[in-house]
């Protein structure tokens, strides 16, 4: 069974750090891009930043390019996304999620989803 | 950026009935357009990619049509377990994917 399982989350001060990660299991990881899509409280689903399955590409939503990190180990099947100086619009739960298709750059529907970590930025 | 609306934000509708979403483009995304599922406190499952292929262990009471910038989720016949939230996603102009702002289908 394909599972993604995330942790890392908490409470964390504006202008501070987290990282998050995300250990797959039941597939050949590394041939798979895999995404980061968060969701604030009550609200929709937004599209946050994805790597390849090599760890070569890697894409961000413009709302955190130059403050998020998107990384991989194919050794550890784990993926993980490194945030820093948060603010409350950060504020939501983190999913990661795998591509549907092998050796794409992570432009494909997402068809395995972790159960989400939450990342709460607060004073 | 592609900008993906849904409509109706709510539907309101009882078990057995037929439900039709949709989802409009801002710009031609192809047949790239995705259906997701959320459940209340779950995550995201795929439903529909490719505007109109079923995921593995979809039911064949969803279904997706169109192409281009219009697009329809119709479930046939509401089961309990189907009121839920829904969002179409574009993968055709990346980065960034993007989501449309999602269909909630409620009991009447």
């Known amino acids: 069974e394909v599972q993604l399982l995330e942790s890392g989350g908490g409470l964390v001060q504006p202008g501070g750090s987290l990282r998050l990660s995300c250990a797959a299991s039941g597939i050949t990881f590394s041939v798979y891009a895999m995404t980061w899509v968060r969701q604030a409280p009550g609200k929709g689903l937004e599209w946050v930043s994805v790597i390849s399955g090599s760890g070569g590409s890697t894409y961000y939503a413009d709302s955190v390019k130059g403050r998020f990190t998107i990384s991989r180990d194919n050794s550890k099947n784990t993926v993980y996304l490194e945030m820093n100086s948060l603010t409350a619009e950060d504020t939501a739960v983190y999913y990661c999620a795998k591509g549907q298709i092998s050796g794409t750059y992570g432009d494909d529907a997402l068809d395995i989803w972790g159960q989400g970590t939450m990342v709460t930025v607060s004073s | 950026e592609v900008v993906l609306t849904q409509s109706p934000a709510t539907l309101s509708l009882s078990p057995g009935e037929r439900a039709t979403l949709s989802c409009r483009a801002s710009q031609s995304v192809g047949i790239y357009l995705v259906w997701y599922q959320q459940k209340p406190g779950q995550a995201p499952r795929l439903l529909i990619y490719d505007a109109s292929k079923r995921a593995t262990g979809i039911p064949a009471r969803f279904s997706g049509s169109g192409s281009g910038k219009d697009f329809t989720l119709t479930i046939s016949s509401l089961e309990p377990e189907d009121f839920a939230v829904y969002y179409c996603?574009?993968?055709?102009?990346?980065?960034?994917?993007?989501f449309g702002g999602g269909t909630k289908v409620e009991i009447k």
């Open positions: 996603q574009q993968r055709s102009n990346w980065p960034p994917l993007t």
